[in-house]
């Protein structure tokens, strides 16, 4: 076995040691003054990758209507993209999925956060939704004290159930770093990787959760809740979704995902989908673009796919081209 984190590439996304106490130093009240002042005006430095204040305990956030708090930006990728955005996210397409997620989870009663993080897209949608529950999947244990630190800072603990398990081929195993991370919380393990040493996680599947939902979700009759997903696992979502067949045949949901250029398998993708009627929409900076194919794109990461046409979209109000 191949250690991942003894990998080189590995090595160089922690600057081979130095990024945790470059990190540090930077977030330190004594130099971040500065750097708060002076790297906004600085063309291509994406501000969202740069460190929050190391005394920082919290920050609030906003999409779709609803606020909500995402504790430790100083740790956390995501809230301290909030802190240098100033409640929202720093890149506009992060920003627009993000939203757009809280559109479509308007009147759901169900959301499944598959990748979940530290919770951002649990925490915003159950914000707008006060009448929607959430199942948020994450495998890394650092990573899951984050999200359950979230739900409970939000006071969401009765609407949110936290699996610490993965989401694809039911039954598989595999060992997952319980360290911190080094200078964040990691957000980009997937199951593809292998580590030496770890806490054993399991992996579950769409359609075993099934048996967790309401029970009309799985009637025939199409008289189920509405439920809507979000999907981030680092290229593994083929096998979310094809050990997930019987879960999209009754239930059809909206789902935002993660589709990477340099990892997808758009074809085992689209076998998977088109059977059940879905479109795909890329997701851009402000609107959604239709395909008729899953084309992974180079710099925008996030696709609708819905069983909504053009048409409907747009009536619905939704930007589309």
């Avoid at 993080?117 to 495998?139: C, D, Q, R």
């Avoid at 799985?218 to 096998?239: F, L, M, R, W």
């Amino acid at each position: 076995m191949n250690d991942y984190l003894s990998s080189l590439k590995a090595r160089k996304q922690t600057w081979f040691g130095l990024k945790l106490p470059v990190k540090a130093a930077l977030a330190q009240p004594i130099f971040h003054p500065v750097l708060r002042a002076v790297a906004p005006r600085i063309n291509g430095i994406k501000v969202g990758r740069l460190p929050a204040p190391i005394g920082l305990t919290e920050v609030r956030g906003r999409a779709g209507g609803g606020d909500f708090y995402l504790v430790d930006p100083f740790r956390c990728e995501i809230a301290k993209e909030f802190y240098w955005g100033q409640g929202r996210r720093t890149e506009e397409e992060d920003a627009f999925a993000l939203d757009l997620m809280v559109d479509l989870s308007r009147d759901a009663e169900v959301f499944l956060d598959v990748g979940a993080y530290t919770g951002v897209f649990t925490m915003a949608v159950l914000a707008a939704n006060p009448n929607v529950i959430a199942h948020s999947f994450e495998i890394i244990p650092a990573v899951v004290a984050g999200l359950e630190k979230n739900v409970a800072r939000n006071h969401l603990g009765e609407r949110v159930t936290v699996h610490p398990t993965g989401v694809g081929r039911p039954g598989e195993t595999m060992q997952v770093p319980t360290g911190d991370g080094g200078s964040a919380l990691p957000s980009f393990y997937s199951a593809s990787m292998d580590f030496e040493s770890g806490a054993e996680v399991r992996f579950t599947s769409l359609d075993e959760l099934l048996l967790d939902l309401p029970t009309t979700a799985v009637e025939p009759s199409g008289a189920g809740p509405k439920v809507t997903v979000k999907i981030d696992v680092e290229g593994a979502e083929n096998d979310v979704l094809s050990h997930g067949q019987e879960f999209l045949d009754a239930l059809r949901p909206d789902i935002l995902c993660e589709v990477l250029d340099d990892r997808a398998k758009p074809d085992e993708l689209m076998s998977v989908l088109g059977q059940f009627g879905y479109h795909y929409y890329l997701v851009g900076r402000d609107r959604l673009t239709a395909y008729d194919e899953i084309v992974p794109d180079p710099h925008f990461r996030d696709w609708l796919f819905t069983t909504k046409n053009p048409d409907v979209l747009h009536a619905a109000g939704y930007p589309i081209d």
